[in-house]
């Protein structure tokens, strides 16, 4: 099972990213998909989340009506929209799969650093 992220860097305030979460080894349209984050000296948080069929989602008060949250089961590849970056965005980002029997998979972060 891999999880592998893509799409963080360095942005100014105001800007956009899209990161990108490529799943294989399972069923990825059987998984509830998530997007956490963590800033240094902070625990980690829950960003975003969708399920199997992306028919819904849910998302922490603090990126909504900025971040939207996505999926392309053809493609087995979890997405991040992210607009109007703030400097309190800036975390490592993770991918992360929960299944049945709650089997969970995380990727390995991509940094994202939101700065002028």
């Known amino acids: 099972v891999q999880l592998v992220e893509s799409g963080g860097g360095l942005v100014q305030p105001g800007g956009s990213l899209r990161l990108s979460c490529a799943g294989s080894g399972f069923t990825f349209s059987s998984y509830h998909m998530s997007w956490y984050r963590q800033a240094p000296g902070k625990e980690r948080e829950l960003v975003a989340g969708i399920t199997g069929t992306g028919g819904h989602t849910n998302y922490v008060d603090s990126v909504k009506g900025r971040f939207t949250i996505s999926r392309d089961n053809a493609k087995n590849t979890l997405y991040l929209q992210m607009n109007s970056l703030k400097p309190e965005d800036t975390a490592v980002y993770y991918c992360?799969?929960?299944?049945?029997?709650?089997?969970?998979?995380w990727g390995q972060g991509t940094q994202v650093t939101v700065s002028s």
């Open positions: 992360n799969a929960v299944g049945l029997l709650l089997l969970e998979y």
